[in-house]
Every structure is written in C-alpha cells, then in structure tokens.
C-alpha cells in the first residue's frame, strides 16, 4: 500500500517524478504507476484532478526527442490525446518524414519514409502509420515544387508518383513533368517523338523515362503541336524526312499534312513567280491566279 498525500503534495511529487523521467509519456495510467513505484498511491481520477493532463501531454510530445516520439507512435502508446496534441504529433513527424527525404533527396511515399526511418532509427513503422500521422499529401506537394530536376525525374522513373498519391498530387507532379519536358523539346530543331523526348530527358537530367510516361505525363500532343508552331520549314521537312512524325496522334497529323501542303503551296507559287519573271521581266508583278495544288500523299508522314 503507498501513501497518500495532499493534492498540493501531489502536484509538486508528480512534476519531480516526471522531470526525473522525461521517457514516461504523462497519461493517467504511466503516472499512476511511476508513483506507484516511489511508493505513492492516487488514483486517475484524482491524477486528472491535480494536474493539466492534456497541456502536460503536449508539453511532451513538443519537447520529446525523435526517436522516442517514433517509438511511441509506432507502438500507438499516444491513448486519449486531444485535437492539439493531435496536431503536433502530425507536424513534429512530417517534420521529421521531410527531412529525411530531402536529405536523401526521396520522394516522400509512405514506403520510403518507413525505409528511411529504418535506416536512421531502427524502427520498423509501416506505411499505413506513416500515412495516419503525417500531413503526406502537403510533404508531397512541397517536395515537388522544391526538388531539383534530378531528383524528381529520378523518382517518377522508379515509379514513386504511383503509391499513395491523390488527385492534386498527380496533377502537380504531371505538370511539372510536361513543364520540364516542353522547356527542353521546344528548344531542340528536331521533332519531340517519344522516342527523342525521352532521350532529351536522360541527356538534360540523367533520367530514363518510358515513353508511356512521356506520352501520358508530359501531353505529348500538346507539345508536339507546339513545336509545329514555332518550327521553321526547314525542320519540319528535316523531321519529316528523318520520320519523326509517322507515330504521331490523329490531330498532329492533321497538322502535318496542314504544314506540308502550305509549304508545298508556298514553294509552288515562288517558283511560278520566278518563271513569271522570267519570261515577262521584273516590271510585271501581276500574275494570273493559279489553282491549289492537291495534297499528294506522303509515307513521310506516316499515313
């Protein structure tokens, strides 16, 4: 049987107690029984009388160092924690889950999270706990604005961007990938296949990505009819003769054929004017309309 002591005694006892062992997370039960140990009996009920439990658990969790907040996590040890103790439990781990990414330059999945806190503390936590107390989808989109090129391709080429992401996630990181992949084709004189957009991608950032990804991620559509804008005649024919173009989508070979026939008119009509010249001297400019010459098919072109 312990003693017992006055509420104030007990306050007083109770700090000590804890302050001797900052391990001892300060919930009802652990503090019963470290009293219980210095020979000091009080029930929770009475425990919860004298002191602020709540503000004493938040306290802990603030001022804890980080292994043994994971321990505690990683064993649920955290029962009958309020909103706001909640809530620094959160920030303090994807305090911790971010750091260790950006260290090891990771994107910051669930799995690689629980591997890297293998790694640094040796406490095996599954990707479900670490999904349940982080602020994951925040972490992510955060890595991806900040991550340099390398990294980021590095993980969307291990297929990091397929576990545990949302909507707004995927979106986030699909345009940062057609931003990177447009920045580098659009200055490039030959036309973005597949194929050659993904060897700019490994020659600019040291990454290989398939070129399902490049198609799907990076809206290769897109940025194949904006390289037909910006393009001068003489590399879209040299990208036609070379066949960059026979695998491309129904609307950019639309395109094409729209490109090729305006050449094939402007080319015709220089050289009706030069005939024109002459044979009637540089004083005429005048010079009979001409019919449209048909669009003649082309293997250049894929079709």
Not at 152 to 174: M, P, Q, T, Y
Not at 212 to 226: E, M, N, V
Not at 273 to 299: C, D, H, Q, W
Request: positive net charge.
């Amino acid at each position: 049987m312990g003693k017992w002591m006055s509420r104030e005694d007990l306050k007083i006892f109770m700090g000590a107690a804890l302050r001797e062992n900052p391990e001892v997370f300060p919930s009802s039960p652990q503090i019963r029984k470290l009293l219980a140990e210095y020979g000091v009996r009080a029930g929770r009920w009475r425990i919860r009388e004298v002191a602020d439990i709540q503000k004493m658990k938040s306290e802990w969790i603030r001022n804890c160092d980080e292994r043994k907040l994971l321990e505690r996590i990683n064993k649920r040890g955290f029962f009958n924690v309020n909103r706001g103790g909640r809530k620094l439990i959160t920030e303090k781990l994807s305090g911790i889950c971010a750091r260790l990414c950006s260290e090891a330059g990771a994107f910051p999945a669930s799995n690689t999270i629980a591997e890297l806190i293998k790694v640094r503390y040796g406490i095996g936590m599954s990707d479900n706990t670490v999904m349940r107390n982080t602020k994951l989808a925040t972490m992510q989109l955060d890595w991806i604005a900040k991550a340099d090129d390398a990294d980021f391709i590095k993980a969307l080429s291990e297929g990091r961007f397929s576990r545990d992401i949302g909507k707004k996630v995927k979106a986030c990181a699909n345009e940062r990938v057609k931003r990177m992949i447009t920045e580098i084709a659009l200055k490039s004189d030959i036309f973005p296949s597949k194929t050659y957009a993904a060897r700019l991608v490994k020659e600019a950032y040291g990454g290989s990505l398939n070129k399902s990804t490049i198609d799907h991620r990076g809206d290769i559509r897109s940025l194949q009819l904006a390289w037909l804008e910006k393009c001068s005649d003489n590399e879209f024919l040299r990208s036609m003769k070379k066949l960059r173009m026979r695998y491309a989508c129904e609307e950019v070979n639309a395109e094409v054929y729209a490109r090729k026939r305006l050449i094939e008119e402007r080319r015709a009509m220089e050289a009706d004017y030069a005939r024109f010249v002459r044979k009637n001297g540089k004083g005429k400019t005048e010079m009979p309309p001409r019919k449209p010459i048909p669009l003649r098919s082309s293997r250049m072109t894929g079709r």
